[in-house]
């Protein structure tokens, strides 16, 4: 079993900064590709509805980002801490989502599984991240 803790959610203003980090605990974590997925007010309950974000795999040599947030968001991972992380910068109010923090092995870089909500299989209980205009 894996959990996920995730923090550093909150309220903030369009173009400010907010940081987002989510300690891994259980299996071994650089076996882990991690990634980060959100969810707008509104949508239907469904974490797996959710939307890709952020992935990194598991060596932390290849990242991918959802075209809305490429060049604003950067998503790491410490090894030593177990974490991984989501600068986010440049904030939007369509920004605006739960964010969920996910994980599960895959020792692949295959864009198709780390953007794929249905292919991990652990998930964080979410953080509010609500940016005003």
């Known amino acids: 079993q894996v959990q996920l803790v995730e923090s550093g959610g909150g309220l903030v203003q369009a173009g400010d900064s907010l940081r987002l980090s989510c300690t891994v605990s259980g299996r071994t974590f650089t076996n882990l590709a991690l990634g980060w997925f959100r969810q707008a007010p509104g949508k239907e309950r469904d974490f797996r509805k959710s939307?890709?974000?952020?992935?990194?795999?598991?060596?932390?040599?290849?990242?991918y980002y959802a075209d809305s947030v490429k060049g604003r968001f950067t998503v790491s991972r410490d090894n030593a801490k177990r974490t991984v992380s989501l600068q986010m910068t440049s904030l939007k109010p369509e920004d605006t989502a739960v964010y969920y923090c996910v994980a599960d092995e895959y020792f692949g870089n295959s864009l198709g599984f780390l953007a794929s909500a249905y292919e991990y299989e652990y998930w964080g209980q979410g953080t509010q991240v609500t940016v005003s205009s």
């Open positions: 939307d890709f974000v952020a992935a990194i795999n598991w060596s932390g040599e290849t990242t």
